[in-house]
Structures are given as C-alpha cells and as structure tokens.
C-alpha cells in the first residue's frame, strides 16, 4: 500500500512538472510586459509616501492591473467605500465578460477554479483563452501555472519597483504603453495562428464602432457587450470555419 501510494504521488509530481514546463514559455510575453509595468507601479506607489511592502500587498490581494494605480492614489485621499467601490466596478467590469467566455473552461478543477477566477487578468484571459496544453499535458494545472506565473510575475516585479523608488526616483510617465504593445503581440501572435479570422475582426471592429458613438471615456462597456453578442450570435459560423483546420492537426501550431 505504502509503495502504490509513492507510486501516485511521484506520477502526481510528474504530472505537475510538466504542465509547469509546458505554462511557462505561454507566459513570457507577459513577463516583458509585467517587469516594466510592475517597475512603473511600485516606483509610482513608492513616490507617493507608501510602505515599501503595499505594492506586494495590493499585487496579491488585489490584482488588478490599472484598479491597483487608481488605489494607491485612493489610500491617501478621503475614505469613501462607496466612492472605491464604483470605481472598482468601471475600472474591472470587462472581467465580468472575461468570467462568462471561461465558466467552461474552467469548470471541474476543484480549488485550482476558485484561484484562476480570483487571478484572472487580461493577460491570462489572452493566453488561457486560446492556448492549447501539450500531448500528454494535464489542462486544469496548465492553465493554473499560466494564471499563477503571470500574478507573481506581477508581485515580484512591482515589490522590486518599489525597492528601487525608494532608493533612486523615476518619471513613471508613458511607462504604461508597454501593456499595449504586448497585447499587440499576443493579438498577432493569434492572427498568425488561426485558419479564419472572424473573432479578431469582431475584436477590432465592435471597438471602434463603440467608440465613435458613445466617446473614449465610455465605450469599454458596450462594446464588451457587443463583441459578447457577436461572438454568441456567430458562434456556429465561427466554430464551423474551424473545424477544418482542427481535423489537420493545425490549430495551436
């Protein structure tokens, strides 16, 4: 008995080693982005007076990307909940469309769901979204390493900013342009990648319709909503136009 239960654990090592081995280079593009973006906020956070450690803090607990920024500035201001809580909601409120396209992608993987929900960021939407795991290569804990090495990517990086704030200052100023270029690259990296290429033109089209009738300060929302739409309605067509290229072994070539 002791032997067999050895046995299951080392294949259970094994197995999350290789789904380890198989994240990690999914994520690199999102380490380059995060290392200067993560650098950028915790030498942003540093000149604005707050511990060395709030960057880590807010990186774990809180996650959020762009939310983070706007709550540093938020920690010195007034208290008012209520006040966070709404801009909490309009800053994060795409994830509510990122939940909705992964509840199946994520079903069945136990406390592993619970983590990758909480961790989601657009990054890991981008990467768990269309990345395939390798022959032999345990799903649920792929997408797990993806999730989990891009958020300590991001804690590392801004704890590592603000060790360096509060030594030397920096001009954060334009530092968050980097993010785009490196959704640049993942979009071109998945264009290059697909047979067809009917949900990035859904991607790029709702957008720019959203933002010429309802302006560049509230257009994020419904167009979520639209690109939603669309790919639901779409959705036959779209998976049909795939089909092809899955029966030849292409798809994530």
């Known amino acids: 008995m002791e032997y067999a239960t050895g046995q299951q654990l080392t294949r259970r090592q094994s197995t999350v080693w290789r789904a380890l081995r198989a994240a990690a280079p999914q994520t690199i593009p999102v380490l380059a982005g995060y290392f200067v973006l993560g650098m950028g906020y915790g030498i942003y956070v540093q000149s604005l007076g707050l511990p060395v450690w709030m960057p880590m803090l807010m ?11 706007v709550l540093a500035s938020l920690l010195l201001s007034a208290f008012s909940p209520l006040s966070a809580f709404l801009m909490a909601l309009m800053i994060q409120a795409r994830h509510l469309f990122y939940g909705l396209a992964m509840l199946e992608r994520y079903k069945g993987y136990g406390l592993r769901s619970f983590y990758m929900i909480f961790a989601m960021s657009d990054e890991t939407f981008s990467i768990t979204c269309s990345a395939e795991p390798p022959e032999g290569v345990d799903r649920g804990w792929f997408m797990f390493f993806i999730t989990l090495l891009d958020q300590c990517y991001w804690v590392f990086s ?3 900013g603000a060790v360096v704030g509060s030594v030397l200052p920096f001009s954060t100023e334009g530092v968050d342009f980097v993010m785009t270029a490196m959704f640049t690259v993942i979009f071109l990296n998945q264009w290059e990648k697909d047979r067809q290429h009917y949900s990035a033109l859904i991607g790029l089209a709702a957008p720019l319709v959203c933002l010429v009738f309802f302006g560049s300060g509230s257009f994020l929302l419904p167009s979520m909503g639209c690109i939603l739409i669309l790919l639901l309605a779409l959705r036959k067509p779209i998976e049909k136009a795939e089909g092809p290229a899955e029966e030849t072994g292409e798809v994530g070539a």
């Open 158 to 160: 801004a704890g590592l």
């Open 59 to 69: 990186g774990t607990v809180v996650y959020g990307g762009s939310l983070e920024f």
